[in-house]
């Protein structure tokens, strides 16, 4: 029998192999959790909303099953797939958005995404539609977050096809929390992204925000190459579905700061910095 010290480093040896399995992620509504709190719409964090979604053409597509038209006001679907169409490579639908100042990367979340998932049968499962992040300062260079999604079955019977998907085992996808709760992102998370080490994206003054959908059959992975599931096929609106207005679209908690708050630092510091030299001289 192995001694009782290496069983245990045999098990964290193990653990930290399968990380993404062994970890477990926030519920639906969970605004407690240490990873990945869903963050409610009305919370108090949020200083400024996206405003903007860009042009069909021009940043924006929808898949079959989607949208026909961008809606300022009401539910944009990014469309679905069919297997036949996955297998053809075609295009999943996208989003891009812009804000009234952009987002940095300050102290700890940076800003949320939100979609209308439906808690089914129980928490912590979830009717979802999942999507890819993506953040830009130039609306050409994109970095897509890393995510993780281990799900490998629903859980009851909604509808003929599916059931709900265990959001605890989802990590970095906007649409794993119930509908009125924010997904949080951190730009921490892409400090050594090639882009960013590049200089082609500048983590303190995001200006785009990109929502690619997930056709969920396993055909699309994660970080890990692990198979994403989720709602798949849906039909009249199909794909991630985004409301642009203030509480139901892209919230920002760390905004790019305005350039008179700028200026206003730079004198401050100044006088600072000159005060500093008259007490030295006398």
């Not at 930290?16 to 519920?27: D, F, K, L």
């Not at 995510?147 to 009851?156: E, P, V």
């Not at 921490?188 to 500048?202: K, M």
Request: charge should be negative; include cysteine; aromatic fraction near 10%.
């Amino acid at each position: 029998m192995r001694p009782l010290w290496m069983m245990t480093l045999g098990l964290i040896v193990a653990i930290a192999t399968n990380s993404a399995w062994a970890i477990s992620y926030s519920g639906p509504t969970d605004t407690t959790h240490l990873i990945d709190p869903a963050i409610p719409s009305g919370s108090g964090l949020f200083v400024e909303w996206a405003d903007e979604i860009l042009p069909l053409g021009a940043g924006t597509y929808f898949a079959p099953e989607g949208s026909t038209v961008i809606s300022e006001t009401g539910i944009n679907s990014l469309g679905d797939l069919t297997a036949d169409e996955i297998a053809n490579g075609d295009s999943p639908g996208f989003l891009t958005v812009r804000f009234p100042h952009g987002i940095r990367n300050g102290v700890g979340f940076d800003f949320a995404v939100f979609e209308n998932g439906m808690i089914y049968p129980e928490e912590p499962y979830l009717v979802a539609e999942l999507a890819y992040v993506e953040v830009s300062s130039n609306g050409t260079d994109f970095a897509r977050f890393p995510s993780i999604s281990t799900n490998t079955t629903y859980q009851g019977e909604y509808g003929p096809d599916f059931g709900g998907y265990d959001s605890t085992r989802i990590h970095n996808l906007a649409g794993k929390h119930a509908g009125g709760y924010g997904t949080p992102f951190d730009l921490d998370d892409l400090v050594n992204d090639p882009l960013v080490l590049d200089s082609a994206l500048d983590l303190d003054n995001i200006q785009y925000v990109r929502l690619v959908d997930i056709p969920g059959n396993g055909s699309f992975l994660d970080s890990e190459d692990h198979p994403i599931l989720d709602n798949w096929m849906t039909y009249g609106t199909g794909g991630f579905d985004f409301r642009l207005p203030a509480g139901q679209g892209v919230g920002v908690i760390n905004a790019v700061p305005e350039p008179c708050s700028l200026v206003l630092l730079a004198m401050f510091g100044l006088v600072l910095i000159g005060s500093r030299s008259a007490r030295r001289s006398l």
